[in-house]
T-cell receptor, first 113, second 114 residues
């Protein structure tokens, strides 16, 4: 069965520093991969998605993620953190043809002034 | 375009009472989902519906029921609420015909069972 692992329930970075949120999946077949963001007291919204086209995927708000099949990873990065990036981030994976998403436990991003 | 609406926004409920959380989408998506979100546990799927008239059980279905009479609405019912059902509930939908299964989320319902 598919699973998703997000390393670190909390990640703290200084404003202006690099953001790196890690996501690894378990699958022998490259799936569809997603990053969602949840701001406080809101629902989840899609940041970006990988659908077997380009391995480097650009999303909203300056975020991007790179699909690495050999490492079964889909880490999320942003070159320079802003205070407004403080939120919880979820990685999710879907097997092709499966209607459901398998979710990681989430990583709370904390931005230090 | 509203996307997905959920009602109520929040509710405090006495244990043993019946409660229905409402979810409506205007995107004509065929698939809909109910999740609960608890601190440290991420999102857990309660029930889903791949198309109107069909429903399925997710990871944590006990104590909950759903119906899907039409494409737009997917209500979640707690027949007899218990304190462990205190959570934030999210409804989501997707167009499974698009193949990618990107899910769109509602704003959530915060439920407290006392």
């Amino acid at each position: 069965a598919q699973s998703v692992t997000q390393l670190g329930s909390h990640v703290s970075v200084s404003e202006g520093a690099l953001v790196l949120l890690r996501c690894n999946y378990s699958s022998s077949v490259p799936p569809y991969l997603f990053w969602y963001v949840q701001y406080p007291n809101q629902g989840l919204q899609l940041l970006l998605k990988y659908t077997s086209a380009a391995t480097l995927v650009k999303g909203i708000n300056g975020f991007e993620a790179e699909f690495k099949k050999s490492e079964t990873s889909f880490h999320l990065t942003k070159p320079s953190a802003h205070m407004s990036d403080a939120a919880e981030y979820f990685c999710a994976v879907s097997d092709q043809g499966n209607y459901q998403l398998i979710w990681g436990a989430g990583t709370k991003l904390i931005i230090k002034p | 375009i509203a996307g997905i609406t959920q009602a109520p926004t929040s509710q405090i409920l006495a244990a043993g009472r019946r409660m229905t959380l409402r979810c409506t989408q205007d995107m004509r998506h065929n698939a809909m989902y109910w999740y609960r979100q608890d601190l440290g546990l991420g999102l857990r799927l309660i029930h889903y519906s791949n198309t109107a008239g069909t429903t399925g059980k997710g990871e944590v279905p006990d104590g909950y029921s759903v119906s899907r009479a039409n494409t737009d609405d997917f209500p979640l019912t707690l027949a007899s609420a218990v304190p462990s059902q205190t959570s934030v509930y999210f409804c989501a939908s997707s167009d499974s015909g698009a193949g990618v299964n990107e899910q769109f989320f509602g704003p959530g319902t915060r439920l407290t069972v006392l």
